[in-house]
Every structure is written in C-alpha cells, then in structure tokens.
C-alpha cells in the first residue's frame, strides 16, 4: 500500500485488480488494518449508488470489452461482476460507519478542509 502526505491528511493508496474475488480480502484486511476516516473509490456517484443497493449475485458481461478483460482475468481466477475490491469496501465501510466518497467528489476538492467537510457531512 503506498501512502501520500497531503496537507493534514495521510492518504492511503490500495492497487487491486478489479473483477477478482480474492481482491475482496485484500481489501477488507486493509480498512481493518488501517481504520481510515474515510474510503475514495475509484467508481462514479452513480455507480456507489448502484452496488451500494445491488444485492444480487454476480452479472454476466456487458459488452465486448468487459468479456475481453474477463478473459484475461481468468488466467488468475474466475472474474466476477461487480468487482469485489468494491463492494467489500463499501460492506466494510458500511460496517464501521466510515463514509465512502466517490472518484468525482474528490476530484472537486480543493483541499484538505474540502475533504474534511465531504467526510463529516457524510458521517452526519
């Protein structure tokens, strides 16, 4: 896990390989290890609004790109959708209260402060 300095804040960087199931525990363990304030993923709003409601089991590929990169995938193990280093971040997240903030969220902020305030609104 690589970790930047920004500001106040210690941000920690998590490389996962997204459509892996064992990705789901890599990503569990870190949240437990590390206990952040906050989790960006690197999805859209709607997509956080999407898995954050999704209870079904796993969904086929949508197009040709999608079956492209499953197959790629499989020479590791069997992909599966929607990737598991998400939803266990928004599960974990869920289950310490700790807030989830999407990749566009945090493109808008302009500092820590900025940040701060996303996660304390989010909290409540």
């Known amino acids: ?4 300095q920004l500001d106040r804040a210690t941000i920690r960087l998590l490389p996962v390989v997204r459509g892996l199931p064992s ?10 290890s590390t206990r952040p304030a906050a989790i960006g993923i690197s999805i859209g709003p709607e997509e956080l609004i999407t898995l954050r409601s ?3 089991g796993p969904l086929s590929a949508e197009n040709f790109e999608e079956e492209i990169y ?8 069997p992909a599966i959708k929607p990737p598991p280093c998400f939803s266990e971040a928004i599960k974990a ?32």
């Open 23 to 32: 990705e789901a525990e890599t990503v569990r363990r870190a949240i437990e």
């Open 93 to 124: 997240a869920g289950i310490r209260g700790v807030p989830v903030i999407a990749r566009e969220e945090l493109r808008r902020a302009k500092d820590s402060d900025d940040v701060e305030e996303m996660i304390s609104e989010r909290k409540g």
């Open 70 to 77: 499953v197959a790629g995938l499989s020479a590791w193990e």
């Open 54 to 56: 999704y209870d079904g």
């Open 1 to 4: 896990m690589d970790e930047v």
